[in-house]
């Protein structure tokens, strides 16, 4: 029976973050940019202003 060898490939930046890690950070970032667009959108809602109003964090993406 042949041995067979799997390779494991990590990544990591300057920091030592692995790849994982930073699809991690990426991930909670948007979860609170979703957030803040929320309560972005009800807080122009709560106060009334017109609804061409734009978040800032949608007009940056």
């Keep these: 029976m042949e041995d067979k060898i799997e390779w494991v490939v ?3 930046n300057k ?3 692995t790849l994982q890690e ?3 950070q ?3 970032l948007e979860e609170a940019q979703e957030e803040l667009n ?3 959108r009800r807080n122009i809602q709560i106060r009334g ?3 061409s109003v734009t978040p800032v964090t949608e ?3």
Excluded: F, V
Aim: proline share 5%; charged share 25%.
């Design 10 to 12: 990590t990544t990591s």
């Design 15 to 17: 920091h030592g973050d």
């Design 22 to 24: 930073l699809k991690d």
């Design 26 to 28: 990426i991930a909670s």
């Design 38 to 40: 929320y309560r972005t």
């Design 49 to 51: 202003l017109p609804e």
């Design 59 to 61: 007009m940056a993406t």
